[in-house]
């Protein structure tokens, strides 16, 4: 499977939840006797400040 992108976001992982607590699969199964809905977890990635003073952050969404 292919890793998604999203401009501005690191991708975290597939999960069974849409707001990340669940269950993280990083491939999908052959085996799974049913159907399952998996939701793209992304973590966005901010940078403020000038070119020569700037601060990196992270947030989960």
Known sequence: MKEPTKKGYSF????????????YYDRTQKEWES?????AIWQEITISGSKDD???????T
Do not use: M
């Not at 975290?12 to 269950?23: A, I």
């Not at 159907?35 to 939701?39: E, F």
């Open 35 to 39: 159907d399952k809905t998996l939701y």
């Open 54 to 60: 700037f601060t990196y952050e992270k947030g989960i």
């Open 12 to 23: 975290l992982g597939w999960n069974d939840r849409p707001d990340g607590t669940g269950n």
